[in-house]
């Protein structure tokens, strides 16, 4: 039966159909509550060609200034480095009242970035689902993504509380818990549970490419599940990733420098056999993971 539910938007536009993109895109498809009417946009002709090989959205387009004119909801999903200059383009066509909304993991960065073009008849709500998987592009996106998982949304000083309970329902309606948070704490937070993990898989596969050529031949053949469990997330976009780290750069700096001091303590305690302090840690991590998996978030 087809729900007579008035959806939460007319059209959206998803600029980025990515891994998180054109999720936001299936999602939509299965559920007609969220927008009447989908545009996917993206510079890259072959990107475009692959959206509507696979049917993910209305129209699809290679020219966003076009795509966003009639949109109430325009989110930017890309890399954070882009945002400044997809958002210098676009803003002064956007229809009035419209949200524009964004995916970007760093947010004192991307609200930087996007303030200045900002008029007052546009509501900017940064928001980041906390999903994702290695892959990337639009065959990557599943509708499933975004359920039972966070989406964290970093309202700023003159956002309006209408708008944020948009974005508030739409990812609702997406699957996924909200919260709000301020700018800083969020940044704060996903440099420890986000941005270092992947510092650290992309640091720990470097170090092995450089180790002599047979040890590193060894390492590629008998590789536990510990080393596979880091290449898995190292396999992310290079391109993404390289934009949080820069654009995060204070939070990670300072996370990594407390892992740093945690590591030496740990290879003190290994060194001086101190056997209390290494299992007391271990637990710790154990006691993580439990509650990892009670959260439904493993």
Known sequence: MTSLQTPIFKQITVIGPGLIGSSILRRIQKDHTIAEYTIAVDIDPQVCNRVKELKIANEVSSDPIQAIQNADCVILAIPVGAMQEVAKKIIPHMKKRAILTDTGSTKASVIA????FLTNDISFIPAHPMAGTEFSGP???????????????????????????????????MGANTRILSIKHHDKICAIVSHLPHLLAFTICNTADNLADETRSEVLD????????????????PIMW??????????ILEMLARFMEDAQAMAKAIRWQDENYIVKTIKKGRKIRKSLINNKQA
């Open 222 to 237: 008998y590789a536990a599940s510990g080393f596979r469990d880091f290449t898995r997330i190292a396999a992310s976009d």
């Open 113 to 116: 970035a996007i303030t200045p």
């Open 242 to 251: 390289k934009d949080i780290f820069l654009n995060n750069r204070e939070a």
């Open 139 to 173: 065959d990557a996106g599943f509708e499933s993504l975004f359920e039972n998982r966070w989406c964290l949304i970093t309202p700023t000083s003159v956002t309006d509380r209408k708008s944020i309970h948009k974005i508030e329902q739409f990812w609702q309606t």
